[in-house]
C-alpha cells in the first residue's frame, strides 16, 4: 500500500469535478470535515468551479453556533441538488443558513429524507445492490403519494418509490452513488488508515467510504493529526488505508461545536455526573419530569432533541442516571446525553456505536420507548416536527425521527400546547395561564406529516402527548384528554385551545402535583419486566 498524499483543504478542493456527487459524514456539529467543505467554497469563490454539485449528508452538517457545514458550498452555480436528513437549524430571529435561503428561493434541488435510510442507501450502493425497501417513511411527507421529501418546487419527484410486496406496501429509496465521499477522523496514519479515538461518534465513516470507494470514487478523510506509517493499533482503525486517497490535516478541528477537546465525551475519560448543570425550573423541566413517570428501570430508550432530550437530566436529578440505558441515532448508547448544540452526544456513554448499527436498532424496534419532541399535532394525531410554512429554517428536517417513528411501540411526544409569546408560570403547585400563546399547535391539519397517526393505530403503536397543561393520548375515538395541570381549565385552556374537538377521558386525573414543585420528587421507578426465558426460569436480573 502506498503512502498517501497529505494536502491543505485548499489543494483538496481541486480533487472535485463538475457534477460530482459528494457524499459528506457528520452531524450538524459533531464529526463535521468543515475545513474540506470551506475548502470547496474558497475554490468556487476564486474559480466558479467546481459546480453542479449534489451533496448527500445523512445528518446534517453544520450548525448556526460555529460550525458552518454545508453552508460553505451553499452557492448558486456550486451547488444543485442536496440530499439530507437533516439540515443546519437556528432560532427564528436569526438569519437563516445559506442552504435554507437556497431551497426557499429554489435555488436548489433539495430531498429531505429519514438518516437511517441514507446511511442505507450508501450501504446499498456499495453493495452493488439497487436501493433500500423499508416501511420507514410510509405516509408520511417522505411518500410520493404526499411530498416524496421534495423540499421546494424545483426539486424532482424522484428517488423514492411505492412498491408492494407479499400484499404489504414498502417504500423503495434508489442507492446512491457518491463519486467522492469526505469523512473525518482523529488520527491518519501515512497510509490512510484511520482512528477516532476523539471523535464523539464515527457516525457512517465506513459506510460512505465504501460507497464511494466500491464505485470508483475517492475518499478524502480530514484528520487532527498524522502518525507515521503502520504505527497505528489495528484494533483501532475503523476505516482502513485501502479506501482513502487523500487526507487533509486540520490541526485546528472541533471535536464538537465549541468544543475542541472533551475525553468524557469519546469514551477516553469518566467523569463525574455531577459535573452535569441542573436544569432550571421551568415549564420544559415540568414536562420533561411529565414524561420521566413513563419510564420503568431497566429499559432502552431513545431520545429525541428539543424538550425531550431534558428527560435523562431530570433523572440525574433524582439520583437514577444509571436506571435506564438511552441510545441516540449519533451512536451513544448509555452515560447522559447532552443538551443543545452538543446533542448527539453522551457524556460517559457505555457504548459508542457507528450511526449506521444504531439505525439497526432504532428500525428494527429493538428498544423499549422513545421520547421526542413536535411541532403540531392534527386530529388524526399526525406530527410535524420538520416544517412549519415560512420557517422552515427554523426546523433542522427529519434526521431520525421517521426511522425511530416506524416501528417505536411507545412513543411519547413532549412540547408546549401553544406556540408564540406568552406568560405562563408556575404558582404555588399550579399552572397560571396569564397570555396564552396566540397560535395553538393542535391543528386541524399538519403542515407536512412527520409521524402518521392513522398508520400508529393501524400498527397498534401507544402514542402520547404531554404538554405544560394537558397529557392526551391516541385512542381509536381519536387525541383523548387523560390528564389536566392543577389550575388549568379544562374547557378553556385546553378544549377551546385545539382547532378539533377533542375527546376527554371518563378518568380524566389531575397530573401530579410533584410535577410543579422545584424540588426534586423522589422518584422511583418499577422495574421493567425481565424477559420470558429468564421470567421462565424464576431468574432476576441483578
Known amino acids: ?80 441538488r442536496v440530499i439530507a436528513g437533516s439540515l443546519p437549524s437556528g432560532p427564528s430571529s436569526a438569519e437563516p443558513p445559506l442552504i435554507w435561503q437556497m431551497i426557499d428561493n429554489d435555488e436548489v434541488e433539495a430531498y429531505n429524507f429519514p438518516s437511517g435510510i441514507i446511511y442505507q442507501m450508501h450501504r446499498a450502493a456499495a453493495a452493488g445492490q439497487p436501493g433500500v425497501t423499508s416501511k420507514v417513511g410510509l405516509e408520511t411527507f417522505v411518500d410520493p403519494r404526499n411530498q ?62 465504501y460507497a464511494a470507494h466500491n464505485n470508483g470514487g475517492i475518499v478524502i478523510a480530514q484528520v487532527k493529526r498524522v502518525a507515521e506509517g503502520r504505527t497505528l493499533n489495528p484494533r483501532d482503525v475503523r476505516v482502513p488505508g485501502i479506501l482513502v486517497d487523500a487526507i487533509v490535516h486540520a490541526p485546528e478541528q472541533l471535536q464538537t461545536t465549541q468544543t475542541l477537546y472533551d475525553p468524557a465525551l469519546s469514551g477516553q475519560q469518566r467523569r463525574s455526573l455531577k459535573t452535569l448543570p441542573a436544569v432550571p425550573f421551568s415549564l420544559e423541566k415540568v414536562m420533561a419530569r411529565r414524561a420521566t413517570l413513563e419510564l420503568q428501570a431497566g429499559e432502552t430508550v431513545n431520545l429525541g432533541f428539543g424538550v425531550a432530550a431534558l428527560v435523562p437530566h431530570i433523572l440525574l436529578e433524582e439520583d437514577l442516571s444509571q436506571e435506564v440505558s438511552w441510545v441516540i441515532e449519533q451512536g451513544p448508547v448509555g452515560g447522559v446525553p447532552l443538551l443543545d448544540f452538543v446533542f448527539g452526544v453522551s457524556q460517559n456513554p457505555d457504548a459508542i456505536m457507528p450511526s449506521i448499527d444504531q439505525f439497526t436498532l432504532l428500525q428494527g424496534a429493538g428498544f423499549n420507548r422513545t421520547f421526542l419532541s413536535f411541532l403540531e399535532v392534527d386530529k388524526t394525531g399526525n406530527v410535524n416536527v420538520h416544517s412549519l410554512p415560512k420557517r ?50 393542535f391543528v386541524n391539519n399538519v403542515d407536512a406529516i412527520t409521524f402518521s397517526g392513522e398508520r400508529a393505530a393501524q400498527t397498534g403503536q401507544r402514542v402520547k402527548y404531554v404538554t405544560e397543561r394537558a397529557v392526551l393520548e391516541l385512542r381509536p375515538e381519536g387525541l383523548t384528554v387523560t390528564e389536566i395541570a392543577p389550575g388549568v381549565d379544562l374547557e378553556k385552556d385546553v378544549l377551546a385551545k385545539a382547532e378539533f374537538p377533542l375527546h376527554v377521558s371518563g378518568a380524566l386525573t389531575t397530573m401530579n402535583a410533584i410535577l410543579f414543585a422545584p424540588e426534586p420528587m423522589g422518584l422511583k421507578l418499577p422495574h421493567v419486566a425481565a424477559h420470558s426465558r429468564l421470567e421462565a426460569l424464576n431468574l432476576r436480573q441483578p
Not at 497510509?191 to 457516525?203: C, D, K, Q, R, V
Not at 408564540?420 to 396569564?434: P, S, T
Open 1 to 80: 500500500m502506498n503512502k498517501k498524499p497529505i494536502f491543505t483543504a485548499r489543494q483538496a478542493a481541486d480533487l472535485i469535478n463538475d457534477g460530482d456527487v459528494i457524499s459528506v459524514n457528520s452531524s450538524s456539529g459533531l464529526g463535521c470535515p468543515d475545513a474540506v467543505l470551506e475548502g470547496i467554497g474558497a475554490r468556487f469563490c476564486e474559480t466558479s468551479a467546481p459546480c453542479d454539485l449534489t451533496t448527500i449528508h445523512p445528518i446534517a452538517a453544520g450548525d448556526m453556533w460555529g460550525i458552518k457545514g454545508i453552508d460553505h458550498v451553499a452557492k448558486p452555480g456550486l451547488l444543485r
Open 148 to 209: 416524496a421529501g421534495r423540499m421546494n418546487d424545483t426539486t424532482p419527484p424522484a428517488i423514492v418509490e411505492l412498491t408492494e410486496r407479499k400484499g404489504e406496501e414498502w417504500l423503495f429509496y434508489e442507492a446512491v452513488i457518491p463519486n467522492v465521499a469526505i469523512i473525518r477522523a482523529t488520527t491518519a496514519d501515512e497510509y490512510g488508515n484511520l482512528t477516532f479515538e476523539e471523535e464523539a461518534s464515527m457516525l457512517g465513516a465506513l459506510d460512505l467510504a
Open 392 to 441: 422552515r429554517h427554523v426546523t433542522a428536517g427529519v434526521g431520525g425521527f421517521a426511522d425511530i417513528t416506524s416501528a417505536a411501540s411507545d412513543i411519547t411526544f413532549v412540547g408546549s400546547f401553544t406556540a408564540g409569546r406568552k406568560d405562563i408560570v408556575v404558582e404555588e403547585g399550579q399552572l397560571k395561564i396569564r397570555t396564552d400563546g396566540p397560535h395553538t399547535k
